[in-house]
């Protein structure tokens, strides 16, 4: 049998889109179950569209993904170069034997000329595209269009009887009228090739066993293979995979939507980058689109990506457009920080969202912190909320409002504070249980609910509602500054 090769093809035009990703990602699931190669190659015939350093953000965010390819343009490999447009001679040589042996033809139709074409063909009702004009043109009517300086485009000779059948791994059995098909361009003037040609060509000399892409270009299918069979190569096995649509179902989940924002606010994610931003774990962001249009079984949405590839097949792929169940996210996220997470790994992954955002992270706070927030972020993120007080450079006193709890007021909430201090000044050992024990007790002597008291407590120390557990953090923060806090907090309240 021969060995399964799999490839990524984008085009350097941006950043990468999720749904590029899934792409990718099964793709590389595919064949790392079959023990094969994944090539990543770049299609940058597009010169105009071309960004700066798009490459280098592929490669960086498919391996922070953990796909990561056996050949490409930054490690190599034995059907190189990666880059399409260090192919050019090998796609030209290919078009000019398609001319010559009668399966393509040289156009020499001007833009202008194409409008009126389209503008006719709208006029007739027909959707627009090439009405072949220049299919069978004569010696010398060629000579004659060279003679007023026209270079020609290359166009495929499509069959126009009978139907193309072909078999695709996901969508199934699938049938094509060629007379609904077009002689599309596959040479442009400026000799660059169209995909069509590029990755025909791309795929037969680097053994490309299956082509797995969205299902955007199901319709470009029949093309493809009548373009195979013109070459008389072997066709590889076609997977059209099915489109990641918005949350709410409608419509493509696209770049136009970089920016934006859904229904409830909320900032609406489309680059990986952004959601490595995010905070996003990148095993479970890999966990959660393996779930997305395949099925694990045995009724698993958590599972590793070894066990992935232990498993995945084309044919347990949905060929039905999903809509992107963002919010089984951030449960899937925060399942991978609270059970699948090291404290350590996690130490070390908060340091970044936490510099971002200004503070002077201290490692040893920080790794006693961590087991505070592990049980209680579903992103990185939020760590900044929920225990970025810890590395503040000064304390930022709490608003007075905040310190008093429910069903109190400030004179309350003065005598609770002013009757914590002797007991835990009077504390031995500056340890959670210690406190806890103590202050339960204080608030059964003064008639109070725990989380009054536990509530004004973890106001006063951390300036924040919402925070982690209160004497958890007062060990951490220590016995001299909670008491120095808690004194502020009383002077506050006393205006």
Known sequence: MKTVRTRFAPSPTGSLHIGSARSALFSWLLAKHHGGKFILRIEDTD???YVENAVEEFIEMLAWLGIHHDEGPDIG???????????LELYQKWAKWLVENDKAYYAYDTPEELEQINQERRAKKLPPGYDGRHRDLTDEQRAAYEAEGRTPVIRFKMRREGTTQVHDLVQGDVE??????QDIVLLKSDGFPTYHLAHVIDDHFMEITHVTRSNEWLPSLPIHINLWNAFGWEIPAYAHLPVLLNPNGKGKLSKRHVGTKNESGEQILVLVKEYKEAGYLPEALVNFLTNIGWNFGDEREIFTVQEAIQRFDLSGVNPANSAYPIEKLDWINGIYIREHTSIERLAELLREPLQKAGLKVDDEVLLKVTPLVQTRITKLNDVVELAGFF???????????DIIQKKMDAASTIKLLEATLPRLEALETWT???????????ATELALKRGQVFGALRVAVTGQKIS???FETMEILGKDESLKRIRLAIDILKG
């Open 391 to 401: 590395f503040h450079e000064t304390f930022i006193p709490p608003a007075k409002e």
């Open 47 to 49: 010169q105009k569209r």
């Open 77 to 87: 490999g034995e059907f190189g170069p990666y880059y399409q447009s260090q192919r």
């Open 468 to 470: 982690t557990p209160t």
């Open 432 to 442: 959670t249980d210690a406190m806890l024990q103590d202050m339960d007790a204080l």
């Open 176 to 181: 094509f009228r060629n007379n609904t098909l």
